[in-house]
C-alpha cells in the first residue's frame, strides 16, 4: 500500500503515475494545506476551552452533535445553487469565507471529538485509506463509481 504509506512521510510530492491517486488533470494543482499537524489544532482548542471553562459542556455527544450542526450550516451555503465546480467560481467571495468558517468549525469539532473518544485520526485515516484500497483496487475500480461489493 505504497500511496497511503506515502502519507506518512508528510511530503508535498505529487505523483501521476497510474495507481499514485492523482490524475493527468488535476484540478487541485497548486494547491495544498498549510502545513500545520492536527496534534497542534488540537492543542489550540484544548487551550481555548480551558481559558473559557467550557471542558464540562464537551463531552463526546454533544461535540457530535455540536459538529452535526456545522455540517447543517455548511450545507445551508450550498443549498439551492445546483453544482458547483472546485475552487468554487460560482460563490461570492462572501460566500467563500463563510464556506471556510464553516469547514473550520466542523474540522475542530471532528479533532475534538476524536480527542474525546481516544482516536488518534490522523492513524485512523491512514487505516481506513488501506482498507479502501482493498476494497477499490485501482485495476477494477479505476474511472468508476461503484459501491465496493461490484468489485468483489
Known amino acids: 500500500m505504497e500511496e497511503v504509506t506515502n ?10 503515475e497510474p495507481g499514485s491517486g492523482e490524475s493527468k488533470d488535476n484540478r487541485n494543482e497548486g494547491f495544498c494545506f498549510t502545513d500545520m499537524s492536527l496534534e497542534s489544532l488540537r492543542k489550540l482548542n484544548e487551550k481555548f476551552i480551558k481559558e473559557r471553562d467550557w471542558d464540562k459542556f464537551h463531552s463526546p455527544r454533544n ?13 445551508e451555503i450550498f443549498q439551492w ?37 481516544h482516536i488518534d485520526l490522523p492513524t485512523a485515516v491512514v487505516k481506513k485509506m488501506e482498507a479502501n484500497a482493498k476494497k477499490y483496487p485501482v485495476e477494477k475500480a479505476y474511472g468508476q463509481a461503484n459501491k465496493y461489493t461490484d468489485y468483489k
Open 7 to 16: 502519507v506518512n512521510k508528510q511530503t508535498n510530492e505529487t505523483s501521476s
Open 63 to 75: 461535540v457530535l452533535l455540536a459538529m452535526v450542526g456545522e455540517v447543517g450550516e455548511l450545507a
Open 81 to 117: 445553487k445546483g453544482e458547483v465546480t472546485q475552487g468554487l467560481p460560482e460563490l461570492s467571495e462572501e460566500e467563500k469565507v463563510h464556506v471556510g468558517e464553516e469547514l473550520s468549525d466542523i474540522l475542530i469539532y471532528l479533532i475534538d471529538f476524536a480527542s474525546r473518544c
